[in-house]
């Protein structure tokens, strides 16, 4: 069974861990984003994933962007901070619930063309934003996407 994801649910269970993670909101020379699709739930997202012991969080999107779409990056800025007490992923076979805690960094593309991982993504895609709304998209992930999309030189904090 893969996650589950629960987001400002009453009947959530309590976090017992907390994990940083970092995603990256990318764009190209067009203005279009860079998101993955989710084998587990279908959503899109921006690419992105844990921070690993003994690395940053820049080196960390930059690794988990070229993992699951297959794009080079650089990181340039923070976009935003997000810790949302109320956003807790459960994962059935370990037993960890787990608050996100997620730095969300702007970057640019260097080199590569979009491709899933087929390990945690099925799809990778430059996506218009004016396309943001037809996609399914979680509740926070939209959020992140906003900030960065819509105040880019203000980093979020949440």
Same mark, same amino acid.
């Given at each position: 069974?893969?996650r589950q994801e629960y987001y400002h649910d009453t009947n959530r269970p309590? *976090?017992?861990? &907390?994990?940083? *993670? ?10 279009? &984003?860079? %998101? =993955?699709?989710? &084998? ?5 997202? +921006?690419?992105?994933? /844990? #921070? $690993?012991?003994? $690395?940053? !969080?820049?080196?960390? !999107?930059?690794?988990? =962007?070229?993992?699951?779409?297959? #794009?080079? &990056?650089?990181?340039?800025? %923070?976009?935003? +901070? ?5 956003? =807790?992923? =459960?994962?059935?076979?370990?037993? $960890?619930? /787990?608050?996100?805690? !997620?730095?969300? %960094? ?6 590569? $063309? ?10 990778? *895609?430059?996506v218009d934003p004016t396309q943001l709304e037809r996609l399914p998209i979680?509740?926070?992930? /939209?959020?992140? #996407?906003?900030? !960065? ?10």
């Amino acid at each position: 069974m893969s996650r589950q994801e629960y987001y400002h649910d009453t009947n959530r269970p309590a *976090a017992n861990s &907390i994990a940083p *993670a970092a995603f990256a909101a990318v764009r190209d020379e067009s203005g279009r &984003i860079l %998101l =993955v699709r989710r &084998i587990d739930s279908g959503n899109w997202e +921006l690419p992105g994933g /844990r #921070i $690993e012991v003994g $690395e940053s !969080a820049s080196s960390a !999107a930059e690794r988990e =962007v070229v993992e699951e779409s297959g #794009i080079k &990056i650089r990181v340039t800025r %923070l976009a935003g +901070l997000y810790s949302d007490p109320g956003h =807790v992923m =459960v994962y059935p076979a370990t037993g $960890e619930a /787990r608050q996100q805690f !997620a730095v969300c %960094l702007h970057a640019l593309p260097v080199a590569g $063309e979009p491709h899933p991982d087929n390990h945690e993504t099925c799809d990778a *895609a430059w996506v218009d934003p004016t396309q943001l709304e037809r996609l399914p998209i979680h509740p926070s992930m /939209r959020q992140r #996407i906003t900030d !960065a999309l819509t105040e880019p030189d203000t980093p979020h904090l949440g």
